[in-house]
């Protein structure tokens, strides 16, 4: 049975988690006010404030935020420890919360879904596909993958792959354009930009090359996106050309739906890894299957493939 002090940890990391009562509340099985009372009672007992709240929002004090950099990590392998404990010794088990950025999640992760739950039944994968970066351990993710990802303390990055931009468009539309010889061509074709989701600045052309020629190429633009799924939809139809991560541009290249343009010019992207918090007790269902995933990149070749130009 849980003693008064784990029941106010508890609710103090999950509302600190969640920046709310209520998302406490939902994930622990309680009435918010049952969250608030033992939220009270741990600050009563400390003699210190732990949030301030008002009628819209609830906030870390300076105090509570000492509190909870101390506490959560510890606390969240406490838990997983205990946890696979009363489920057998480190057995992998439980729900496995996974950011993924959608095209990379869609492409990549879903199809070695099946081989993973046969080998690993009792864990159920919770996936959750969103274009921005997640905080893994305030919003509770065990595992995220994309690139990118700011490295803060106490998050480990194994890389998958080294990830290049390139420059893709239409069979239909190189019907009506030609293909660019270099990339001061590309002035001459309409071009599909992005949007960068975070900081809404548009992202330049930079080509580089293997003598290490560098260069800022202009489009002339038609449409801007900030989503690359749509990007690459809108390139496959004839709108224009567009830079595309590897990731997103090879099942379309694979297709026929588009052309390589370019060959030997793109851009470098951030490197595709799987995060997770780094933890002395790493429970077993993420240890699995961060394994799996890296194992699978490497037998289906994503380093390589993500580097052709």
Same mark, same amino acid.
């Given at each position: 049975?849980?003693?008064?002090?784990?029941?106010?940890?508890?609710?103090?990391?999950?509302?600190?988690?969640?920046?709310?009562?209520? @998302?406490?509340?939902?994930? #622990? +099985?309680?009435?918010?006010?049952?969250?608030?009372?033992?939220? @009270?009672?741990?600050?009563? /007992?400390?003699?210190?404030?732990?949030?301030?709240?008002?009628?819209?929002?609830?906030?870390?004090?300076?105090? +509570?935020?000492?509190?909870?950099?101390? !506490?959560?990590?510890?606390?969240?392998?406490? /838990?997983?420890?205990?946890?696979?404990?009363?489920?057998?010794?480190?057995?992998?088990? =439980?729900?496995?919360?996974?950011?993924?950025?959608?095209?990379?999640?869609?492409?990549?992760?879903?199809?070695?879904?099946?081989?993973?739950? $046969?080998?690993?039944?009792?864990?159920?994968?919770? #996936?959750?596909?969103?274009?921005?970066? !997640?905080?893994?351990?305030?919003? /509770?993710?065990?595992?995220?993958?994309?690139?990118?990802?700011?490295?803060?303390?106490?998050?480990?990055?194994?890389?998958? %792959?080294?990830?290049?931009?390139?420059? !893709?468009?239409?069979?239909?539309?190189?019907? *009506?354009?030609? %293909?660019?010889?270099?990339?001061?061509?590309? @002035?001459?074709?309409? =071009?599909? #930009?992005?949007? *960068?989701?975070?900081?809404? $600045?548009?992202?330049?052309?930079?080509?580089?090359?293997?003598? =290490?020629?560098?260069? !800022?190429?202009?489009?002339?633009?038609?449409?801007?996106?900030?989503?690359?799924?749509?990007?690459?939809?809108?390139?496959?139809?004839?709108? /224009?050309?567009?830079?595309?991560?590897?990731? *997103?541009? #090879?099942?379309?290249?694979?297709?026929?739906?588009?052309?390589?343009?370019?060959?030997?010019?793109?851009?470098?992207?951030?490197?595709?890894?799987?995060?997770?918090?780094?933890?002395?007790?790493?429970?077993?269902?993420?240890?699995?299957?961060?394994?799996?995933?890296?194992?699978? @990149?490497?037998?289906?070749?994503?380093?390589?493939?993500?580097?052709?130009?």
């Amino acid at each position: 049975m849980q003693t008064d002090l784990t029941i106010h940890l508890d609710a103090f990391v999950a509302a600190a988690d969640g920046a709310s009562f209520s @998302a406490a509340a939902r994930r #622990l +099985g309680l009435t918010p006010a049952a969250v608030s009372k033992s939220v @009270a009672r741990l600050e009563t /007992g400390l003699g210190v404030r732990l949030f301030q709240r008002s009628t819209r929002s609830l906030r870390l004090t300076e105090e +509570g935020e000492r509190l909870y950099r101390q !506490v959560r990590l510890p606390w969240a392998e406490i /838990g997983d420890a205990l946890a696979e404990s009363r489920g057998g010794a480190g057995k992998p088990a =439980g729900a496995l919360k996974i950011s993924l950025a959608p095209t990379v999640g869609r492409n990549y992760i879903v199809p070695l879904l099946d081989d993973f739950l $046969r080998r690993y039944p009792d864990i159920q994968p919770d #996936l959750r596909f969103e274009n921005r970066q !997640v905080d893994l351990v305030r919003e /509770g993710f065990d595992v995220a993958i994309g690139g990118g990802m700011e490295l803060t303390e106490g998050l480990v990055a194994r890389e998958l %792959a080294r990830v290049r931009i390139v420059p !893709v468009a239409s069979p239909g539309y190189l019907d *009506h354009h030609p %293909a660019p010889a270099e990339p001061a061509d590309l @002035a001459q074709h309409a =071009g599909l #930009l992005r949007r *960068h989701i975070m900081t809404g $600045r548009l992202t330049p052309w930079i080509l580089g090359n293997g003598a =290490g020629d560098e260069v !800022v190429a202009t489009v002339r633009p038609v449409a801007v996106f900030d989503d690359p799924e749509a990007l690459a939809r809108a390139a496959a139809c004839g709108l /224009g050309v567009a830079m595309l991560p590897m990731p *997103h541009a #090879l099942p379309l290249l694979e297709s026929g739906e588009l052309v390589r343009l370019l060959p030997g010019w793109y851009a470098a992207a951030k490197p595709l890894c799987i995060y997770y918090a780094s933890r002395k007790l790493l429970p077993a269902k993420v240890r699995v299957f961060v394994d799996h995933v890296v194992a699978d @990149a490497e037998a289906r070749g994503y380093a390589r493939h993500f580097q052709e130009a």
